[in-house]
């Protein structure tokens, strides 16, 4: 498993300056790291203000990332579908999938891996799947820059 340090290295590496993000589930475990991090973390209350404020630091020239759990994006949707679809800016997000590794195995009950594809797809983001338990940290450098590097809205979906 990735620790937060190398989570926060590598989003560093990609070049984002800002992390939106609600620090729950396996996104929280970054906070110690962010701490002694040249990101600005800026925590929000709800997910469509997350993506709002990232359209914001985009306009401003910063190159925020948006880190927040599948059931807020579902949430967070028209904000998603405003930024992405009608600004057309290069919203980059980070959606962790909870459930996602039982869910494989048939032990969950869970339908957010389910509908956590079927969401990003219908809003037509671009997007990989990673999973920090089986990849290495030049796997993760790699899939951060790649998504910071698309000239468009993307996302990955990150495996909890």
């Known amino acids: 498993m990735l620790g937060p340090n190398e989570v926060v290295s590598a989003l560093e590496a990609a070049g984002f300056t800002h992390l939106v993000w609600i620090p729950d589930s396996h996104l929280g475990t970054w906070e110690p790291a962010l701490r002694n991090s040249r990101l600005a973390p800026v925590r929000v209350c709800r997910e469509g203000e997350a993506v709002a404020l990232a359209a914001g630091l985009i306009l401003g020239g910063a190159r925020p990332l948006v880190a927040i759990q599948c059931t807020g994006f579902f949430e967070a949707g028209d904000a998603v579908r405003n930024v992405a679809h009608d600004l057309k800016l290069p919203l980059k997000l ?67």
Do not use: M, Y
């Not at 869970?110 to 089986?134: G, I, R, S, Y």
């Open 94 to 160: 980070i959606i962790g999938v909870r459930s996602e590794r039982v869910a494989r195995t048939g032990k969950s009950g869970d339908n957010c891996p389910h509908f956590a594809t079927k969401l990003v797809e219908a809003w037509e983001l671009p997007h990989t799947h990673f999973d920090p338990a089986a990849a290495s940290a030049l796997e993760l450098t790699g899939a951060l820059k790649a998504l910071a590097d698309q000239p468009t809205p993307a996302a990955i979906l990150w495996a909890e």
